[in-house]
T-cell receptor, first 116, second 112 residues
Framework: DADVTQTPRNRITKTGKRIMLECSQT?????MYWYRQDPGLGLRLIYY???????NKGEISDGYSVSRQAQAKFSLSLESAIPNQTALYFC???????????????FGPGTRLTVL | SQQGEEDPQALSIQEGENATMNCSYK?????LQWYRQNSGRGLVHLIL?????REKHSGRLRVTLDTSKKSSSLLITASRAADTASYFC????????????FGQGTTLQVKP
């Protein structure tokens, strides 16, 4: 079974609709991240969370919100979807970096979201 | 703003040839990592090099880091068709922020 799962894998929705993307992990990691990927732009960080009570904005948080329901679950919401939010969305996890501080991240398979 | 810039954006080679990708970044880092992404799939961690290291090997992968030039390179030797993918560098900024900053990626095509 995959360590980081995302649901749904594909979603087509209309402008103005509320959308929730879900991420679950069985790796036992404290840190979770949401990214979006657009062609030619690499990955951009939307939100990240270092534990259940910690939520931080990333590079492009406008138009998005998140909820960290448990150590294993981190959801991303688009309150009112717009066409320029059409993208590939990835969830990732990492363990709390100790003195070695590797920051290695483990990615889910992605959600392809299309907003019409 | 993105910290990693990768060069070239696209690379096409024949099976058996070596592939070299370069990454430049702007600020001081704890480490630099390379990830691979098969078309439309999640990224997979390949290799990490710390700021006090200059070269690292893992199988057919060789990574170098030059902190004075703020640059890194990834060499894939004896490439295979299965190496066809996009490759991203990611930098972990100094200060243990827990975040990675990804470059735009290099798309590698290995022709059989």
């Amino acid at each position: 079974d995959a360590d980081v799962t995302q649901t749904p894998r594909n979603r087509i929705t209309k402008t103005g609709k509320r959308i929730m993307l879900e991420c679950s992990q069985t790796k036992g990691h404290d840190r979770m991240y949401w990214y979006r990927q657009d062609p030619g732009l690499g990955l951009r960080l939307i939100y990240y969370s270092f534990d259940v009570k910690d939520i931080n904005k990333g590079e492009i948080s406008d138009g998005y919100s998140v909820s960290r329901q448990a150590q294993a679950k981190f959801s991303l919401s688009l309150e009112s979807a717009i066409p320029n939010q059409t993208a590939l969305y990835f969830c990732a996890t990492s363990e709390l970096a100790g003195l070695t501080g590797t920051d290695t991240q483990y990615f889910g398979p992605g959600t392809r979201l299309t907003v019409l | 703003s993105q910290q990693g810039e990768e060069d070239p954006q696209a690379l096409s080679i024949q099976e058996g040839e070596n592939a070299t990708m370069n990454c430049s970044y702007k600020t001081s880092i704890n480490n630099l990592q390379w990830y691979r992404q098969n078309s439309g799939r999640g990224l997979v961690h390949l290799i990490l090099i710390r700021s006090n290291e200059r070269e690292k090997h893992s199988g057919r992968l060789r990574v170098t880091l030059d902190t004075s030039k703020k640059s890194s390179s990834l060499l894939i030797t004896a490439s295979r068709a299965a190496d066809t993918a996009s490759y991203f560098c990611a930098t972990a900024p100094s200060g243990n922020t827990g975040k990675l900053i990804f470059g735009q990626g290099t798309t590698l095509q290995v022709k059989p």
